[in-house]
Nanobody
Framework: QVQLVESGGGLVQPGGSLRLSCAASGSIFSIYAMGWYCQAPGKQRELVAA???????NYADSVKGRFTISRDNAKNTVYLQMNSLKPEDTAVYYC?????????WGQGTQVTVSS
């Protein structure tokens, strides 16, 4: 069993930055692919960014050039650096870890971009 705990959300003005963190329990974190998803009110949850166990990354077109996903296997933590935030980035952000048929979700952290 893997537990994921997100932190770092909050209220930020347009153009601002936030860094989300997702801390994972367990010693096998390094073999899991990790991702950040967002869900805005009335919308489906969608992938924002993902990173493989080997460090390869991919991003949704809407965040390319603004968001950066990274991982620190020594700290069992994955990060999402969010720059140049826009009001449309407002959503609950969830961390997900997966390997094969096993997948785990965090509880989510709210990000609100508003002046």
């Amino acid at each position: 069993q893997v537990q994921l705990v997100e932190s770092g959300g909050g209220l930020v003005q347009p153009g601002g930055s936030l860094r989300l963190s997702c801390a994972a329990s367990g010693s096998i974190f390094s073999i899991y692919a990790m991702g950040w998803y967002c869900q805005a009110p009335g919308k489906q949850r969608e992938l924002v960014a993902a990173i493989t166990s080997g460090g390869s990354t991919n991003y949704a077109d809407s965040v390319k050039g603004r968001f950066t996903i990274s991982r620190d296997n020594a700290k069992n933590t994955v990060y999402l650096q969010m720059n140049s935030l826009k009001p449309e980035d407002t959503a609950v952000y969830y961390c997900r870890g997966w390997r094969g048929s096993n997948a785990y979700w965090g509880q989510g952290t709210q990000v609100t971009v508003s002046s």
